[in-house]
């Protein structure tokens, strides 16, 4: 099973706060475990919602809002993608992770759709053209 692993933003990650070395430390020796274990298979960190922007959708209408938002606590500050053999083992990698954020931190769980979950409704043709896009992507960035 995948699962996405979503550090929440902070006051501070929104404000623009970098880590101290010290985290970016504890961080690395925790990114090593993960790897170690096979467990991660991504992991990156996001700007601040002030240098971003999001696009509304209704209908066939789409308009832009431009970051910063204001619900600091509904925003993104990083995420890693582990897989794990059960949501209690991926519960269990992020229960050692070091505190992302100085003082109270929030880490979310949520698990990743894979093919077999969509059902019938995704048709082998549909299967086909997943797998093409993966190995597109895969090669893609073997080549950066």
Same mark, same amino acid.
């Given at each position: 099973?995948?699962?996405?692993? =979503?550090?929440k933003?902070? @006051?501070?990650?929104e @404000?623009?706060?970098?880590?101290?070395?010290e985290?970016l430390?504890?961080?690395?020796r925790?990114?090593?475990?993960?790897?170690? @274990?096979?467990? +991660?298979?991504?992991a *990156?960190?996001?700007?601040?919602s002030?240098?971003? @922007?999001?696009?509304?959708?209704?209908?066939?209408?789409?308009?832009v =809002?431009?970051? &910063?938002?204001?619900?600091?606590? !509904?925003?993104?500050a990083?995420? $890693? =993608?582990?897989?794990?053999?059960?949501l209690?083992?991926?519960i269990? $990698?992020?229960?050692?992770? &070091?505190?992302?954020?100085?003082?109270e931190?929030? +880490? *979310?769980i949520?698990?990743?759709? *894979?093919? !077999?979950?969509?059902?019938? !409704?995704?048709? &082998?043709?549909?299967r086909?053209?997943?797998?093409? =896009?993966?190995?597109?992507m895969?090669? !893609?960035?073997?080549?950066?």
């Amino acid at each position: 099973m995948r699962f996405m692993v =979503i550090v929440k933003a902070t @006051a501070d990650s929104e @404000a623009g706060v970098m880590p101290s070395e010290e985290l970016l430390t504890a961080m690395g020796r925790y990114n090593e475990e993960l790897a170690a @274990a096979g467990v +991660i298979q991504a992991a *990156e960190g996001l700007h601040p919602s002030s240098r971003g @922007a999001r696009v509304r959708f209704s209908g066939a209408q789409r308009s832009v =809002i431009d970051g &910063p938002f204001m619900e600091t606590k !509904e925003l993104v500050a990083g995420f $890693w =993608i582990f897989q794990c053999e059960s949501l209690q083992a991926c519960i269990d $990698w992020v229960k050692r992770c &070091p505190n992302p954020m100085p003082g109270e931190s929030d +880490i *979310e769980i949520r698990q990743i759709f *894979e093919a !077999e979950d969509f059902g019938a !409704e995704f048709t &082998p043709e549909l299967r086909e053209q997943e797998d093409r =896009i993966r190995a597109r992507m895969s090669s !893609e960035n073997q080549g950066e």
